[in-house]
Structures are given as C-alpha cells and as structure tokens.
C-alpha cells in the first residue's frame, strides 16, 4: 500500500512540473527569449513584424529591461533602426581603444541586423556593471529602451548602463536621505584630453 502511495505521489509530482515551470524560470527572461521572438519576428510577414516587436519591447520592458540578460552572464544588445539606418554598432567599456588606456575603441562592434532589429550577444562577468552606447550611422546614441544613464569617464560623456543580475550597489554608494549630493563637471583645460569629468 505504501509503494503504491508514493508512486501516486511521484506520478502527481511529474504531471505538476511539466504542467507549470518552476517559478525561477516562469519570472526569469534571458536571452532565449529574445531568440524565441526573433526566430518569430523573422519567420512573419511584414506587415506583422511591426505589431511582434512592440509587443516583445513591451513585454521586455516590464520584465527586466534592456540590455537583456541571463544568469549565465550573457547580454544581448538591442537597438531598432528604420528605413534608413545603414549601420549600427556598440561602443564601451568592453571595447578599449588599446591595452594601455580605458578609453573606448572609437569604431565599435558591429551589430547584426535582421529586419528593423539591430542586435549584439556578449558574455561578461555575471555582476559586471558596465558603461556603453551605439553608433548609429556614425553618430553616438544612447539605449532609448534603457533609462540607466551616467556620465562615463572613459566613454567620455553621457552613456547608458548595463547591470548584470548579480551587480549589487555597495552599501556606501547607495543615496541616503539628509546627505548632500554632489555634481559631475569637466575640465575644460586644453590639456584634458581626453576629456576628464570630475
């Protein structure tokens, strides 16, 4: 009677997992899902792509955001072009100018293009905070899908954040109440080159 119970028990407990997916992977988005909507995006007719691609940056937006990550420590990179964007790539922290300076390799990494979607994969470390921005068409834009934006030293000016899930603030960065908050200025000196911010 007992075996018979707990292969009741087993037999229910399977049909549960594959019914519903754990919770960790319900509320967890990576980058697969943005190959799930892609391989969907491309496979539709034109007239739909449009309405697929708000639809997932919705979806995206309210889940985790952009640059969209995993806990394997992987990023995909988005930016949507239009009609007439030609190029599009990503400059940052992950891309230096050479080994001997932290200022970011001016030409940048070239994004893959499908459609409107405009799209890089790398791998950091999975509580890497970095700094970058696009390239599109030559002119420097920060991520419209990404609010996170802070004034980058080596990136020389305003660029937008990534944060990795694993990033946590340290405790004496965090903003506290009553604690007066300073302001980023340049240096405007002919020998700040390149820029320095302060």
Do not use: C
């Amino acid at each position: 009677m007992t075996r018979i119970r707990l292969h009741l028990a087993l037999t229910v407990l399977v049909v549960a997992l594959s019914l519903s997916p754990p919770p960790s992977l319900a509320v967890t988005p990576d980058t697969a899902d943005f190959e799930r909507f892609l391989a969907s995006y491309l496979a539709s007719s034109q007239e739909h792509r449009r309405e697929l691609l708000d639809t997932f940056v919705h979806a995206q937006s309210q889940r985790s955001g952009f640059p969209i990550t995993d806990a394997e420590g992987y990023a995909v990179f988005v930016w949507l072009g239009d009609s007439s964007t030609r190029d599009v790539r990503l400059v940052g922290d992950f891309a230096r100018k050479s080994a001997a300076t932290f200022a970011w390799d001016p030409e940048g990494l070239p994004m893959a293009r499908e459609g409107l979607v405009y799209h890089l994969r790398l791998r950091f470390e999975p509580d890497a905070r970095l700094d970058y921005a696009f390239l599109v068409d030559g002119e420097r834009r920060l991520d419209p899908l990404n609010p996170d934006t802070i004034v980058s030293g080596p990136g020389d000016g305003e660029a937008s954040v990534l944060s990795m899930p694993a990033h946590r603030v340290p405790h004496w960065a965090e903003p506290r109440p009553g604690i007066p908050r300073g302001r980023v200025e340049t240096v405007e000196a002919a020998w700040a080159t390149p820029r320095i911010h302060v």
